[in-house]
């Protein structure tokens, strides 16, 4: 049985959102994700929450480092108590260039640097509940003050979950380690890459802090073809091939290409788009490459492919809403064989 999480397009924003959440609690959706890329990850789960009833609404993921801990701690505990425990912070570090270039914020040691982001907001999260005074200082975040009048006080469900992205091997084993479970990027979830490089360093990083394996989720993000029947699912295939082509441009992700061989496609992406060339990505993402790293089936054949790719690796798994509200029903019932 996967609990499953309803998609958000990151063209997506405020005005569309709360429609967009009220169909998925409708359809059957154990939760869902949103992104915080084009618009305020925040903001959308907010507006998400407050048009729903029971699903649960995460951020998938939270770009960490250009926002404090505080603000982040402050706007999570005002979304909880909201939608009284529905809320799932999801955070991740983004790359490089993006801190820098994009948000003019720091980039240092991402790992360390996001180990100490979740302790911090644990810190937070307790003075908030329980008035223990606030200190925490490590080498990149520092807390020692909060006045009365500064915090909001104990809620209802104060254990939010704390979820992070991860890639690399010391970012996955940090997760293992501390966080509450773990969002997979959609270049990791070949169920190869999850047995033989994934899983391995999430359960190194949970026995090093002598934590029980049953205590971390794995929330899996695969890019998936589907659609009411093979023409739609052959369409589905085609943007997944082109979004393949965007995503391993960055070199960043290309270790699951290497674990297949194809480490020199990486590089073959990374100049084109370093000589302006986008339009030609997808060429370079073969039907193998597509076979591997994205599953596909109509509605219909869909939950078993899942199923047969994924079980036993996972406990949750995000599904694409489809764009057309008439294919709702076909797609409720892949989610229903999905959740069986």
Known sequence: MFKVYATTPESMGPCGIA????????????????????????LLAALALQATRRLRVGTSVLVAFPRSPMTVAVAAWDLQQLSGGRFELGLGTQI????????????????????????????IF????HGTPLRFEGEHYRFTRLQPFFNPGPIAHPDIPLLCGAVGPAMTRMVGRIADGMITHPT??????????????????????????????????PLVATGVDEQAVAQQWEQQRRLLGFLYSTPAYWPSLE?????????ELQALTR???WQDLPAVVTDEMLSAFVP???????????????????????????QDTAQDTQAAAAIARLRA
């Open 188 to 221: 990791n979830t070949p169920p190869e890459y999850l047995r033989t490089v994934c899983l391995p360093r999430l359960r190194d990083g949970l026995e090093r802090a002598g934590r029980d394996p049953a205590a971390l989720r794995l929330i899996l993000g």
């Open 96 to 123: 490089k260039q993006n801190i820098e270039q994009r948000y003019s914020a720091r980039w240092d040691s991402p790992v360390p640097q996001l180990r100490e982001y979740v302790q911090s907001l644990r810190a």
């Open 259 to 267: 674990l297949f061989g194809w480490q020199a496609r990486g590089a």
């Open 296 to 322: 596909r089936g109509s509605y219909a054949e869909i939950a078993e492919v899942l199923r047969a790719r994924y079980a036993g690796l996972a406990d949750s798994i995000t599904f694409p809403m489809p």
């Open 126 to 129: 307790d003075s908030f509940q």
């Open 275 to 277: 000589e302006g060339r």
């Open 19 to 42: 429609a967009h959440a009220a169909r998925a609690e409708a359809m059957g959706f154990d939760g869902l994700h949103v992104p915080d890329a084009i618009h305020d990850g925040l």
